[in-house]
């Protein structure tokens, strides 16, 4: 008698996500301190400290284009697969209610008809 695996349903994750996930968040690319102190900091620390940005940014878009080509071998495979848009949009439906972006969302699946609460 032989065993049927069902195969499991992707995983459904955007890229953004999964890069986070992984420690490579495009939040990463600049920090606080990478403003213009004014005067403050001698030119040669400025540098220094622009010099190691610029070379942390480089190491995370080198990661990051890693990355994309892993997730898009998983896509290939089937084992994730990218949000619709529906899904995107409930997603982005059910968010704080001072957004513009939450109201949109709402405005676009009531369009369609579909109830964005019931995702809840």
Not at 22 to 49: F, I, Q, T
């Amino acid at each position: 008698m032989t065993e049927l695996h069902a195969a499991a349903p992707p995983q459904v994750i955007d890229f953004e996500t999964f890069a986070t996930r992984h420690g490579a968040s495009r939040l990463d690319y600049c920090e606080d301190g990478a403003v213009s102190p004014a005067g403050h900091m001698p030119k040669a620390n400025w540098r220094r400290k622009m010099r190691t940005l610029a070379e942390r940014n480089a190491e995370l878009a080198q990661r990051r284009s890693e990355l994309w080509e892993e997730y898009q071998r998983l896509v290939a495979e089937g084992k994730v697969r990218p949000p619709s848009r529906i899904e995107e949009l409930l997603v982005i439906a059910n968010g704080h209610e001072d957004r513009a972006q939450t109201h949109a969302a709402r405005r676009l699946l009531a369009k369609r008809g579909i109830d964005w609460r019931a995702e809840r």
